[in-house]
């Protein structure tokens, strides 16, 4: 049986901070493509299927729901509502609803990453390995 050993790095806090802003810097232009690739559904935005019976048939629907009312209502554009309806599965609303919603989980994921990393370079800074790069700013999410 092998005895474990220590995972130890021989690059310098330096070295392992500047790996980590650049790779930050590398998911923060990996979201602003995906932004670029096409519109991304708010944040709190799901869709959801639903079903109707008629005529003792089962049919199934789609819809974007939100937490807030921000989309515009069917038969009055002033005012907003929660729901957004998408029709059937692989109608055209329906597929651009997914592909929108793809961006928007990607985009989540990424910035989950960042967060991470943003985190463990704080441990490399103020852990005492290294003085904080002043040219790095942690905020400038976007």
Partial sequence: MSTPT????????????KQIQGLIRKMKQKIKKIEREGEVIPRDC???RYQVNRNQKLYYYYKLQSASPIFPMATNS????KYKYLGKAGSEAHID????MTRRDI?????RVIHSLQESYLDI???GEIE????YDLQDDK
């Fill in 6 to 17: 220590s995972k130890q790095t021989t690059q310098s806090a330096a070295i392992r901070g």
């Fill in 46 to 48: 799901h869709i959801i």
């Fill in 78 to 81: 002033q005012k907003k509502t």
């Fill in 97 to 100: 609803a997914v592909e929108k």
């Fill in 107 to 111: 985009i989540d994921e990424l910035e």
């Fill in 125 to 127: 800074c103020f852990g």
């Fill in 132 to 135: 904080p790069d002043p040219s």
